[in-house]
């Protein structure tokens, strides 16, 4: 039964081999600033209750999550304010890749909004939508839903990290109940763009590509999922699931979908996945 793990798995780091990349959830540690968090999250946390959870953060956490603002008076209902650390734009330094979750039924309807802060000697260098300067990154804050488009990357992230080129590539994706679920299907490899400041949606179903041999190691061996010092270790791989694939398959090859009807809003189906549709 070992067999086709083995092969499948010789295969992929021929893949990964041939393509100049050298992938593993192995991340190489990365220096803290002076500064645990943001100037504006370290005052919410001793200013607003609500926040307190930050100040209960330990240098060992690679993952701090606790309730934002109430979505209305009397709900509830709170945004899920979730830092990951990893080094985003792979420079040595520690970043926070910041996903604010907004509830928006009872149901578990949701939407999202990312801010990125990357380390610095001297602070954080912000990368997010418009937000007054004292507030928390969340949904209908500012200008956080006419500029979504821009900073939402994904919830929940795992990262590989291709040891020959020392770069960090991100694997996210919407769950089922996102309401960005359906015009942005499946699992999206991203990984830092220095020129432009973000970072930058790769095409993992072209073919020989550095972004299909990332995806391709994924599928097999998942990426590093950053976790709370008292995580169990189960809990800090996130595993390949066929089915998001599957439903990004379908979206992509259903011409009503939001991708395929309107791609000049939520971008177009990469043109090597349109070609396995069935015609």
């Known amino acids: 039964m070992k067999t086709p793990f083995i092969f499948l798995f010789s295969t992929i780091a021929s893949v990964a081999s041939a393509q100049g990349v050298q992938p593993t959830t192995q991340l190489p540690a990365c220096r803290l600033p002076a500064q645990s968090f943001p100037v504006k999250y370290e005052k919410l946390a001793r200013t607003d209750q609500g926040y307190a959870w930050i100040r209960k953060a330990v240098p060992a956490d690679a993952e701090?999550?606790?309730?934002?603002?109430?979505?209305?008076?009397?709900?509830?209902?709170?945004?899920?304010?979730?830092?990951?650390?990893?080094?985003?734009?792979?420079?040595?330094?520690?970043?926070?890749?910041?996903?604010?979750?907004?509830?928006?039924?009872?149901?578990?309807?949701?939407?999202?909004?990312?801010?990125?802060?990357?380390?610095?000697?001297?602070?954080?260098?912000?990368?997010?939508?418009?937000?007054?300067?004292?507030e928390p990154d969340e949904p209908g804050i500012g200008n956080t839903m006419e500029e979504q488009d821009r900073y939402l990357f994904g919830?929940?992230?795992?990262?590989?990290?291709?040891?020959?080129?020392?770069?960090?590539?991100?694997?996210?994706?919407?769950?089922?109940?996102?309401?960005?679920?359906?015009?942005?299907?499946?699992?999206?490899?991203?990984?830092?763009?220095?020129?432009?400041?973000?970072?930058?949606?790769?095409?993992?179903?072209?073919?020989?590509?550095?972004?299909?041999?990332?995806?391709?190691?994924f599928k097999a061996r998942g990426a590093r999922l950053p976790a709370a010092s008292t995580a169990a270790p189960e809990d800090t791989l996130l595993h390949f699931d066929a089915e998001v694939e599957a439903y990004e398959r379908a979206q992509a090859c259903n011409p009503d979908s939001p991708q395929r009807s309107a791609p000049d809003l939520v971008g177009a189906v990469?043109?090597?996945?349109?070609?396995r549709c069935k015609r």
């Open 270 to 275: 990469s043109r090597h996945l349109l070609a």
């Open 64 to 134: 701090v999550s606790g309730n934002g603002g109430e979505r209305a008076d009397g709900s509830a209902m709170y945004t899920w304010l979730s830092f990951y650390r990893v080094d985003l734009d792979n420079d040595g330094q520690c970043d926070w890749y910041l996903n604010a979750s907004a509830p928006l039924s009872s149901g578990g309807d949701r939407d999202s909004i990312n801010t990125l802060y990357l380390g610095r000697k001297n602070g954080w260098l912000r990368i997010g939508a418009t937000v007054p300067a004292h």
């Open 155 to 217: 919830e929940e992230i795992g990262v590989i990290h291709d040891a020959a080129n020392k770069t960090n590539y991100l694997v996210a994706s919407f769950p089922s109940r996102h309401v960005q679920g359906d015009s942005r299907p499946g699992y999206r490899v991203q990984v830092w763009d220095a020129d432009k400041k973000t970072l930058r949606l790769l095409d993992k179903w072209e073919p020989g590509s550095k972004a299909a041999a990332i995806y391709a190691f």
